[in-house]
């Protein structure tokens, strides 16, 4: 690493994003790093990325605490070799000023200036590895908050298997191998400190929301509200389907597979081209209709559900959407997918059939205009139910369309 002084900001993923919430340090003061190492964890509204080194580096001072929420470019941590000193990375941190909103997600680390930053108030400093009685281990990767954790419950991180990322010991992991009087005793302190106790007498956790929690429900109530939803439903004829299915299985590993759902948004990609007055948007000003079908495909995860994109799924072929569904429902699980995997998209298909649901309705993903709910494959027929939003599908254009895919479905005409 060079002489110079740098500064880890807040990036940027996406036009759209404003500010992140840092979940998690990585690194820790004093501490060397080299390319491509984890330094800190950032969730947005909508995902939740491991920030990577750029270059060879010592974290030289942390300057805001995890939980925290900052703006896009706000100065995060400094990083400098040990001849650059101290006098000169806190002038450094005084003058600066965060880059320009529009700097590229890639980068993490920036000088350029644009507008001072509020500093952050003496009382509300965060809490640095000094703060703790000690150190952990060398050689055992360990949260910061997992190790405050382990030091309260005294129990030895030494013979915990860690389950986080890159082998990393979590809070969880701790608090499972801690003892259960123990657990409960430093719980009710912690229940006690926050003032969350039931005034029912019901032990209760306030869990907080998170930004994806959030997300999902300013969404799903702003479509309830301003998009008029009206539902068709038809049963699907997928006896041949199923055929198909097998037969392109056939000799195939488990992991590649092609599932009934890879099928269905080849088929519904399909009837889309036939129907471009369906593959819609809907905006104020007019109603975008779109060429291809970009499909969004509903996939559930523990921080909430995240619609990726399947893009131009009627110029692939099923085995590339069965691929493309399998990345994309990797990537949201691990929380690695960026804003062009699920900003977008045409029209969506939600599909609970894999957990024996038989229908369902599904709410629009504004400012799309229809969305597929789809229920299980039973006696070679699949029911589904297409709610559509009436200001830019009328019942008769969403009952043709529906009866276009049913005799794609039927046909495996694709």
């Known amino acids: 690493m060079s002489k110079k002084i740098e500064a880890l900001t807040m990036p940027k993923w996406g036009i759209e994003m404003e500010e992140g919430k840092l979940t998690e340090w990585m690194i820790e003061e004093g501490s060397s790093f080299s390319k491509g190492d984890p330094l800190l964890v950032v969730e947005t509204d909508k995902i939740s990325n ?15 605490d995890v939980d925290g929420t900052y703006p896009v470019g706000a100065l995060l941590a400094v990083f ?20 320009d909103s529009s700097f590229q997600p890639e980068s993490a680390v920036s000088e350029k200036k644009s507008k001072p930053v509020e500093p952050i108030p003496s009382d509300n400093k965060p809490k640095t590895s000094g703060d703790l009685p000690s150190a952990p281990p060398d050689g055992i990767n360990i949260s910061p908050k997992a190790w405050e954790v382990a030091l309260e419950l005294d129990i030895d991180i030494s013979t915990i298997t860690p389950s986080g990322r890159r082998g990393r010991i979590s809070v969880q992991d701790v608090e499972q191998a801690a003892d259960p009087a123990k657990l409960a005793a430093y719980k009710g302190e912690e229940e006690e400190d926050t003032g969350q106790a039931s005034s029912s007498g019901n032990p209760s956790e306030l869990i907080p929301h ?51 759902n890879d099928l269905l948004i080849k088929c519904v990609a399909t009837a889309l081209t036939k129907h471009p007055e369906v593959n819609i948007n809907w905006s104020d000003e007019g109603i975008l209709q779109f060429q ?60 609970l059939g894999m957990l024996g649901i038989k229908s369902f309705t599904a709410v629009i993903n504004p400012p799309q205009c229809g969305i597929l709910a789809v229920g299980k494959l039973e006696d070679n027929k699949i029911s589904v139910t297409m709610s559509c939003d009436h200001r830019g599908i009328d019942g008769a254009v969403g009952a043709r369309f529906l009866q276009t895919l049913s005799g794609i479905v039927a ?4």
Not at 292 to 311: E, R
């Open 210 to 260: 998170s930004g994806m929690r959030k997300v999902i429900a300013e969404r799903t109530t702003a479509s309830k509200n301003t998009a008029p939803h009206f539902y068709l439903n038809v049963d699907l004829d997928a006896k041949k389907l199923s055929a198909e299915r097998e037969k392109m299985n056939k000799g195939k590993d488990k992991e590649e597979n092609i599932s009934i």
């Open 50 to 64: 491991e920030i990577e080194a750029e270059f060879d580096g010592l974290c030289r001072k942390k300057l805001v």
């Open 80 to 99: 400098a070799s040990e001849e650059v000193p101290d006098e000169e990375v806190e002038q450094f941190i005084n003058d600066f000023v965060p880059v």
């Open 292 to 351: 291809n079908a970009d499909i969004s495909i509903a996939v559930a995860t523990d921080a909430g559900l995240i619609t990726p994109i399947v893009k131009k799924a009627n110029e692939k072929t099923v085995e590339e959407i069965s691929a493309d569904t399998k990345r994309l429902s990797d990537l949201a699980h691990n929380n690695k997918l960026m804003p062009e995997d699920y900003q977008g998209g045409t029209f969506s298909i939600s599909n």
């Open 411 to 414: 046909e495996v005409d694709i």
